[in-house]
């Protein structure tokens, strides 16, 4: 069975820094991309990066670029979602999500509540 | 970036009623569209791939259509469970976009 199991809810400052984490299982981690889902209070679903495990290739949205890191450990099979400098407006859901080659995301991760308020 | 426009934003249907969404891209797609389901509280759940392949387990009452640009979701009687959240998403281009969504509710 394939699982993502996301890290738990999280209450920070402005400022402050994070890494959230998706711990996969039940399938070869670096044969599938895996990426991060965001999900602002009451609205869609907006992807923002995304990495092969399997050579490391990483790309962004563009609203995303800059603004946070997407890295995996593949000795571990968990992929991470980092930012340097929170702000309140990334206050929101967070979800991992896998996907294979031309084909959507299957499976994904129960979320991950982030709260960013001073 | 391709831009994913869902209609209606709000659908107000009774149990065992048809339910019919439609999804529109702003550049050709080809297939490569996917319905997602989301309830309060949940994670999306994949409903449709390949524009309409359903995934496992999703009953049959639940059929996509369309290629290109323009796109259906169809639920043919709707149960208690079906009223939720329904989003398409392009994964022909990166970045994957999705619509803004369809809210189907109780009538």
């Known amino acids: 069975e394939v699982r993502l199991v996301q890290s738990g809810a999280e209450v920070k400052k402005p400022g402050e820094s994070l890494r959230i984490s998706c711990k996969t299982s039940?399938?070869?981690?670096?044969?599938?991309?895996i990426g991060w889902v965001r999900q602002m209070p009451g609205t869609g679903l907006e992807w923002m990066g995304i990495i092969y495990p399997g050579d490391s290739d990483t790309r962004y949205s563009p609203s995303f670029q800059g603004q946070v890191t997407v890295s995996a450990d593949k000795s571990i099979g968990t992929a991470y979602l980092q930012w340097s400098r929170l702000k309140a407006s990334d206050t929101a859901m967070y979800y991992c999500?896998?996907?294979?080659?031309?084909?959507?995301?299957?499976?994904w991760g129960q979320g991950t509540l982030v709260t960013v308020s001073s | 970036e391709i831009v994913m426009t869902q209609s209606p934003a709000t659908l107000s249907v009774s149990p065992g009623e048809r339910a019919t969404l439609s999804c529109r891209a702003s550049q050709s797609v080809s297939s490569n569209l996917a319905w997602y389901q989301q309830k309060p509280g949940q994670a999306p759940r994949l409903l449709i791939y390949?524009?309409?392949t359903r995934a496992t387990p999703i009953p049959a009452r639940f059929s996509g259509g369309g290629s290109g640009t323009e796109f259906t979701l169809t639920i043919s009687s709707l149960q208690s469970e079906d009223f939720a959240v329904y989003y398409c998403q392009q994964y022909n281009k990166w970045p994957r976009t999705f619509g803004q969504g369809t809210k189907v509710e109780i009538k």
């Open positions: 390949g524009a309409s």
């Open positions: 039940g399938y070869t981690f670096t044969n599938f991309w």
């Open positions: 999500a896998r996907f294979g080659e031309w084909l959507p995301s299957d499976s």
